[in-house]
């Protein structure tokens, strides 16, 4: 039933943000709502989830949503539709040429050409990393990598962010394999004229920030990784740790976050009714694009 709760209230993000800006109230136990769910990457195919919810002890996953298709729109111009078919919630568009600063609509229409659901989202340029630097610590019960990642934040807007690792293992048949590392932030710093303040931070769920504080400076982020975590499953492989650095709408920063406390800290639904972010117009879920930088080191 727990399972099946936090399933409901993070809607398949795990699978893959008009806006309102505040939480929408999910009803837990009523069905029908509209789902929507799509993280939109610059010219790559996009995914689009799209169902109607169940109540948290229902014995299937969801309900199609029947007679309906899927149009998606650049710049207030339809690009491409999809069907919707009835024994599945996934439909993909194929790659279209998706700019920073484009406005893209997801929406939902059944064949009387009723609009069901929809969002829009806008495209954000990805920061660059320019540095990143490691070293080797020891602690009493682990070793540890610590990283430090450098980028130079923007002063126009307030933006958001989230820092994820994984780690490249080539083997020597030529398989590769990623895997997805934990990463444990303590450290934030940025420059306010030639001086460096150093934030100790331990808020930084799933690695994600904001930048109230650090806005058009020169910012650095230190997290560590257990050296463990960093071992080869066959001896002479090659490994490759890959930093990478998004920066998200502030929809789907709103939606991580609430996201991670009710997955994280167990919030129960009081009368039924929980508050995750969404920004889907007559429904539930998240549209966003999504802007990510990335940065290698051979280890």
């Given at each position: 039933?727990?399972?099946?709760?936090?399933?409901?209230?993070?809607?398949?993000?795990?699978?893959?943000?008009?806006?309102?800006?505040?939480?929408?109230?999910?009803?837990?136990?009523?069905?029908?709502?509209?789902?929507?769910?799509a993280?939109?990457?610059?010219?790559?195919?996009?995914?689009v989830?799209?169902?109607?919810?169940?109540?948290?002890?229902?014995?299937?996953?969801?309900?199609?949503?029947?007679?309906a298709?899927?149009?998606?729109s650049?710049?207030?111009?339809?690009?491409?539709?999809?069907s919707?078919?009835?024994?599945?919630?996934?439909?993909?568009?194929?790659?279209?040429?998706?700019?920073?600063?484009?406005?893209?609509?997801?929406?939902?229409?059944?064949?009387?050409?009723?609009?069901?659901?929809?969002?829009?989202?806008?495209?954000?340029?990805?920061?660059p990393?320019s540095?990143?630097?490691?070293?080797?610590?020891?602690?009493?019960?682990?070793?540890?990598?610590?990283?430090?990642?450098?980028?130079?934040?923007?002063?126009?807007?307030i933006?958001?962010?989230?820092?994820?690792?994984?780690?490249?293992?080539?083997?020597?048949d030529?398989?590769?394999?990623?895997?997805?590392?934990?990463?444990?932030?303590?450290?934030?710093?940025?420059?306010?004229?030639?001086?460096?303040?150093?934030?100790?931070?331990?808020?930084m769920?799933?690695?994600i920030?904001?930048?109230?504080l650090?806005?058009?400076?020169?910012?650095?982020?230190s997290?560590?990784?257990?050296?463990?975590?960093?071992?080869?499953t066959?001896n002479?492989?090659?490994l490759?740790?890959?930093?990478?650095?998004y920066?998200?709408?502030?929809?789907?920063?709103?939606?991580?976050?609430?996201?991670?406390?009710?997955?994280?800290?167990?919030?129960?639904?009081?009368?039924?009714?929980?508050?995750?972010?969404?920004?889907?117009?007559?429904?539930?879920?998240?549209?966003?694009?999504?802007?990510?930088s990335?940065?290698?080191?051979?280890?």
């Amino acid at each position: 039933m727990m399972q099946r709760l936090i399933y409901i209230l993070t809607f398949v993000a795990t699978l893959t943000l008009s806006s309102c800006e505040t939480d929408s109230d999910i009803e837990l136990n009523e069905v029908n709502n509209y789902v929507l769910t799509a993280l939109v990457y610059p010219d790559s195919v996009v995914n689009v989830y799209a169902y109607k919810s169940v109540s948290y002890d229902s014995k299937v996953d969801y309900v199609p949503i029947a007679n309906a298709y899927v149009a998606m729109s650049i710049n207030d111009v339809v690009v491409d539709t999809l069907s919707l078919l009835s024994n599945n919630y996934r439909i993909t568009f194929a790659q279209h040429n998706i700019a920073s600063g484009d406005k893209v609509r997801i929406s939902v229409v059944d064949n009387s050409q009723k609009q069901l659901c929809s969002a829009t989202t806008t495209m954000l340029a990805p920061l660059p990393i320019s540095d990143v630097s490691y070293s080797v610590q020891t602690s009493d019960t682990d070793t540890l990598q610590n990283i430090t990642i450098s980028f130079s934040e923007p002063a126009e807007t307030i933006d958001y962010y989230q820092i994820k690792a994984r780690l490249h293992e080539q083997l020597s048949d030529g398989t590769e394999i990623i895997r997805p590392l934990e990463c444990d932030f303590y450290d934030y710093l940025f420059y306010i004229a030639k001086s460096t303040l150093n934030i100790t931070n331990t808020s930084m769920p799933d690695g994600i920030f904001t930048d109230e504080l650090t806005n058009g400076r020169n910012t650095r982020i230190s997290f560590n990784i257990a050296q463990r975590n960093l071992v080869p499953t066959q001896n002479n492989s090659e490994l490759t740790l890959e930093i990478l650095l998004y920066r998200h709408t502030y929809d789907y920063y709103n939606f991580l976050l609430t996201s991670y406390m009710v997955r994280e800290y167990l919030i129960l639904p009081v009368f039924g009714v929980s508050s995750v972010y969404s920004n889907v117009e007559n429904g539930v879920g998240i549209v966003s694009g999504m802007a990510v930088s990335t940065y290698k080191l051979n280890l």
